[in-house]
């Protein structure tokens, strides 16, 4: 609890200071349930900083805004860190989200059907899709496009419902605040001819009898 307590401070001192204040630098100095507890303390805080002067208006949209989500969507999901992750590894790429889907439909040889694919990497980075259920073959072609490594992929989605963050999570996305131009709700970001701002959370179950091999590699484990 001491450790938890000191790196808050120190989070929120660099935060307030105007650093970099990266909350995966001081996630990866914690484990187990600690790790779990501070991710929750430092969602708190971004959400209502102590001692400034709330404003909404600049909260929404905000850099602060989308690490909070990130951290709540990663504590609160199915999917592990990937709400965290999978959006800076994105953006380290200097990718959109349409142009990730596009050439991850390519890799997964599922071309031309994008928005099942689409449906499917929308719920990986907003916690609701079971990371088990995600293939091999999708976390290899994600790490192909991000270049870093599947397992890690696999390994940082690992749910967090016993206060476990893995202990690689930090370390395939050394990456800072994610870069507004290739935020998700970003309008007229590069590649999307519409922004995903107030876009529908598209649902890709499929009755049974109407599976195919998408729903198979997003939903079928291994």
């Known amino acids: 609890m001491a450790d938890v307590e000191r790196l808050l401070s120190e989070y929120i001192a660099e935060h307030r200071a105007g650093g970099r204040a990266d909350p995966l630098e001081y996630l990866e100095r914690v484990e187990g349930t600690d790790r779990a507890e501070l991710a929750e ?25 989308r690490l909070a989500d990130g951290i709540a969507r990663s504590l609160q999901g199915a999917s592990g860190w990937w709400p965290m992750m999978l959006p800076r590894l994105r953006d380290g790429a200097r990718l959109t989200r349409g142009q990730l889907v596009e050439r ?6 599922v071309a031309g059907r994008e928005e099942k694919v689409r449906a499917y990497y929308h719920e990986m980075e907003h916690g609701t899709l079971p990371s088990a259920g995600v293939s091999q073959r999708v976390l290899d072609a994600l790490a192909e496009i991000f270049g870093g490594s599947a397992e890690t992929l696999r390994e940082i989605g690992a749910p967090l419902g016993e206060g476990r963050g893995p202990a690689g999570a930090p370390a395939m996305a050394r990456v800072g605040t994610p870069d507004p131009r290739y935020a998700e709700g970003r309008p007229g970001a590069p590649g999307d001819a519409a922004g995903e701002a107030g876009e529908p959370r598209a649902e890709p179950v499929t009755p049974a009898k109407e599976r195919d091999e998408i729903d198979e590699m997003f939903t079928g484990g291994p």
């Open 41 to 65: 303390l430092i969602d708190a805080y971004l959400r209502r900083s102590p001692g400034r002067e709330w404003d909404p208006e600049a909260f929404e949209g905000s850099a602060a805004e």
């Open 104 to 109: 991850l439909s390519a890799a997964l040889g």
